[in-house]
């Protein structure tokens, strides 16, 4: 049961990924690690039929001793023993060797099949996710947050407790409205960044205050439906183009409809009731990407975090994915994660990681200015100086 599992994922990831392994020429690597894969399978499964095999004959063997015994009691006991009852002995004794293969085998199917149980035993020993609703809910005003302003204070996080942390101590304040660029090489912490305002990271030590209201208080419903995230890889659901706009069906088709003009998808207003494909696959990937913006659009958050949004997108399209975003937030905190140096030098500051820890943050223009800056080294690598 427990060497299948792995041939099952690898499967999956080999299919999903085909383009990929045949792109960096991995295909005999993979090859070889799912024969390797079947064959631990297939030596579990031989030990697994030789033992049913050595089993059958031992009980077999069991089965054919209690005939012999309750025969032979059955002769010997000729003249006190009834002819009916010596016949319902032996008649139930040639039925002991069925019922001790049958008892067995169950027990020995319950017991692996009881590898399901280990599994929901392990998810149910994981700490939870935090409370869906908390008493602060109801404290804190129902148009929160009004300003859109971040404060980190002394903030350290880690993936899991015994790993070191990724953002180390870090502190900084952005006021209402800002935009922020926030970048740094793979491995700085820029991500972790926004899974911590989502709380899909917990703390370790520090606070996170958002309108001055302490983010670890609240419940996470109510964090996240205040809070807007593109992410780099678009999230479509297998549903109409409506519904993966407008979840909550709360929109008229009017509004949903002047959202596609303002990101550019007009061709697209009147395929609302459109069935998406299992990850928009029927869409492509700047359109599905436009689509997220216009769900953005659409939910109306004071803070929007863009997750490197861009970065699988061609030039022409992030330039338009960010003139939407100037002109439709520009009254909100915007936090862009970018590694295209070129989108955030228009942002208000930029913010420079480096191993968990705030490098840099000042304005794009005074760090450019700087030729031994952080921000100066990454934007010359990149080719915008």
Not at 287 to 314: G, H, N, P, S, Y
Request: aromatic share 6%; with cysteine.
């Amino acid at each position: 049961m427990i060497s299948s599992s792995p041939i099952f994922s690898h499967f999956t990831e080999t299919v999903t990924g085909a383009t990929s392994i045949r792109a960096f020429n991995a295909t005999e690597r993979f090859t070889e690690e799912s024969i390797n894969l079947v064959s631990r399978n297939n030596q579990c499964c031989w030990a697994s039929l030789n033992s049913n095999r050595w089993l059958g004959v031992r009980l077999e063997n069991i089965g054919n001793l209690i005939i012999l015994a309750s025969s032979t009691i059955a002769v010997a006991s000729r003249g006190y023993m009834s002819p009916g009852m010596a016949g319902l002995s032996i008649s139930y004794s040639l039925m002991s060797t069925e019922t001790l293969n049958w008892m067995v085998r169950m027990i020995c199917g319950l017991e692996t099949n009881a590898i399901c149980l280990e599994r929901i035993f392990e998810y149910c020993a994981r700490p939870e996710e935090a409370a869906w609703e908390t008493e602060e809910d109801h404290r804190i005003q129902q148009q929160w947050p009004q300003s859109g302003s971040i404060e980190f204070a002394n903030v350290s996080v880690s993936y899991r407790d015994s790993l070191p942390p990724v953002l180390k101590d870090i502190s900084f304040h952005i006021r209402g409205g800002e935009k922020i660029g926030i970048c740094g090489r793979t491995g700085a912490g820029k991500s972790s960044l926004s899974l911590l305002i989502f709380r899909i990271m917990e703390l370790n030590k520090g606070r996170v205050q958002i309108d001055g209201v302490d983010i670890s208080g609240i419940g996470l419903q109510r964090l996240r439906q205040r809070l807007t995230i593109i992410p780099q890889d678009p999230v479509l659901f297998s549903t109409s183009l409506r519904l993966n706009l407008d979840p909550s069906r709360s929109l008229s088709d009017s509004t949903v409809k002047g959202s596609l003009d303002l990101v550019g998808l007009s061709d697209l207003k009147d395929q609302l009731d459109q069935e998406v494909q299992e990850k928009g696959e029927n869409l492509s990937v700047g359109q599905r990407q436009l689509l997220c913006l216009a769900r953005a659009i659409l939910k109306k958050t004071r803070i929007l975090v863009l997750d490197e949004a861009t970065a699988a997108i061609d030039v022409q399209t992030d330039n338009v994915v960010h003139k939407i975003i100037r002109e439709q937030f520009k009254d909100c905190t915007v936090l862009t994660i970018a590694h295209r140096i070129n989108t955030i030098l228009d942002s208000d500051r930029v913010m420079v990681l480096d191993k968990g820890e705030i490098v840099e943050l000042d304005e794009p223009q005074l760090l450019l200015k700087n030729a031994e800056s952080a921000f100066y080294s990454l934007a010359k690598e990149s080719g915008v100086i």
